[in-house]
């Protein structure tokens, strides 16, 4: 099956710096990389996502890389502002069986 | 248009007690998922549904979990006599087509807690 690890777990940046959540999955199979910001009490809602196709996919501070042959994929948040705080997810879905596998959750803090 | 829904928004139940969650979709979305939130952790998947198609139960943790779907649409997650360990946010997710990595959209969910 599949296995998506996410880090790091804990994440505290100054406004305006780069934020930068990695994740790595194990099949190679898995092919749409969807990125869910969770802010607290509320749903998971997508924020971006990438297949695997592309290399990277950007929507104005928010970008996804991916690295097939290495099987890690990365979020980029750029001039970060505190309404940026939130859990980020990853998750990787594999066609056989339509399932996405999310990783453990970044809880990003931005200081003002 | 309307989002994925859920009820109820909270429930508080005794231990050994059944509850039932619901999940109201998206429209001609043919693919629902459900998941179980504990604090601070992941999403843990616990079942999914195609269509009319059997049901994928692999992520079901014991057989007091049971969900069905009818007619395509609604979907109720029944937990038969509650432990504490039950006790987490119940998600429900709805994407258009599940094949192709079509993207998911969230309810906001169900938060059980199991005195």
């Known amino acids: 099956g599949e296995n998506v690890e996410q880090h790091p777990s804990t994440l505290s940046v100054q406004e305006g710096d780069s934020a930068v959540i990695k994740c790595t999955y194990s099949?190679?199979?898995?092919?749409?990389f969807p990125w869910y910001k969770q802010e607290l009490g509320k749903r998971p809602q997508l924020i971006i996502d990438?297949?695997?196709?592309?290399g990277e996919k950007k929507d104005q501070r928010i970008a996804v890389t991916l690295n097939k042959t290495a099987k890690h994929f990365s979020l980029h948040i750029t001039e970060t502002q505190p309404e940026d705080s939130a859990v980020y997810f990853c998750?990787?879905?594999?066609?056989?069986?339509?399932?996405?596998?999310f990783g453990t959750g970044t809880s990003l803090t931005v200081i003002p | 248009g309307a989002g994925v829904s859920q009820s109820p928004s909270n429930k508080v139940t005794e231990k050994g007690k059944d509850v039932e969650l619901r999940c109201d979709p998206i429209?001609?979305?043919?693919?629902l998922y459900w998941y179980r939130q504990s604090l601070g952790q992941g999403l843990e998947f616990l079942i999914y549904?195609?269509?009319?198609?059997?049901?994928?139960k692999s992520g079901l943790p014991s057989d007091r979990f049971s969900a069905e779907r009818t007619g395509g649409s609604v979907s109720t997650l029944t937990i038969q006599r509650t432990q504490q360990e039950d006790s987490a946010v119940y998600l429900c997710?709805?994407?258009?087509?599940?094949?192709?990595?079509?993207?998911?959209?969230f309810g906001p969910g169900t938060r059980l807690l199991v005195l």
């Open positions: 997710a709805s994407s258009p087509l599940g094949a192709g990595g079509e993207t998911q959209y």
């Open positions: 099949d190679s199979a898995s092919n749409y």
């Open positions: 990438i297949r695997s196709n592309v």
């Open positions: 998750a990787a879905y594999r066609p056989t069986g339509n399932q996405f596998y």
């Open positions: 429209s001609g979305h043919t693919a």
């Open positions: 549904f195609q269509g009319n198609s059997a049901p994928d």
